[in-house]
């Protein structure tokens, strides 16, 4: 089993920043692949970023390209999510998602999950 717990979210004005934070723990060397989901009110969850085990390999929805920034430090079991240029739309539950399956692609495949933080953008 592998547990998350993200933190970092709130309120921020449309063009500010935010750092989320996620750390991982129990059978974490098993996972090959961390990433980041949103889920906004009425919405389904979609894919924000991905990031490989060693770091190397990363993965965006085009909507955060530019703006936003996954990286990992395996040596403390985080992955950081950092958010500039934050827009209204960006406002939703974003949730920490960790896998020990391998695909073809980094947007899927996640077996575990966490609780999620309310990132909320204010116009």
């Known amino acids: 089993q592998v547990q998350l717990v993200e933190s970092g979210g709130g309120l921020v004005q449309a063009g500010g920043s935010l750092r989320l934070s996620c750390a991982a723990s129990?059978?974490?060397?098993?996972?090959?692949?961390m990433g980041w989901f949103r889920q906004a009110p009425g919405k389904e969850r979609e894919f924000v970023a991905a990031?490989?085990?060693?770091?190397?390999?990363?993965y965006y929805t085009d909507s955060v390209k530019g703006r936003f920034t996954i990286s990992r430090d395996n040596a403390e079991n985080t992955v950081y999510l950092q958010m500039n240029s934050l827009k209204p739309e960006d406002t939703a539950v974003y949730h920490c998602a960790a896998r020990t399956l391998v695909t073809q692609t980094l947007q899927t495949g996640y077996n575990y999950w966490g609780q999620g933080t309310q990132v909320t953008v204010s116009s």
């Open positions: 129990g059978r974490t060397l098993s996972t090959n692949a």
């Open positions: 990031i490989s085990r060693s770091g190397g390999i990363t």
